[in-house]
């Protein structure tokens, strides 16, 4: 099984944004939207906001799954995509 993570603030979500998940989500069997928690930015929407806008968007794939995360992201690879 091929697993994707995709890390990022999406406050907002763009085009740019659902264009990326969109392709990835045709080439791996399991794509993660990772939403950051970032204190150091002045969020627009809420995490979960951001994150049921993102669900919203992406609710024609059935491989896609939102979590929202706080720390190192490559800490929260390794607990979504474990080996």
């Known amino acids: 099984?091929?697993?994707?993570?995709?890390?990022?603030s999406f406050?907002?979500?763009?085009?740019?944004?659902?264009?990326?998940?969109q392709r990835s989500a045709r080439v791996v069997?399991?794509?993660?939207?990772?939403?950051a928690v970032n204190s150091a930015k002045r969020p627009l929407f809420t995490?979960?906001?951001r994150?049921?806008?993102?669900?919203?968007?992406?609710?024609d794939y059935?491989?896609?799954?939102?979590?929202?995360?706080?720390g190192m992201t490559v800490e929260f690879a390794r607990e979504t995509t474990p080996i």
Do not use: C, R
């Not at 099984?1 to 990022?8: D, Q």
């Not at 406050?11 to 998940?21: A, E, N, S, Y």
């Not at 069997?29 to 939403?35: F, K, N, S, V």
């Not at 994150?51 to 609710?59: D, G, R, V």
């Open 1 to 8: 099984m091929v697993k994707a993570v995709y890390p990022g």
């Open 11 to 21: 406050d907002p979500v763009t085009l740019g944004h659902l264009d990326i998940i």
């Open 29 to 35: 069997d399991q794509l993660i939207i990772g939403i």
């Open 47 to 49: 995490l979960e906001e």
């Open 51 to 59: 994150a049921e806008l993102l669900k919203k968007a992406t609710s």
């Open 62 to 70: 059935s491989n896609i799954t939102v979590k929202i995360f706080e």
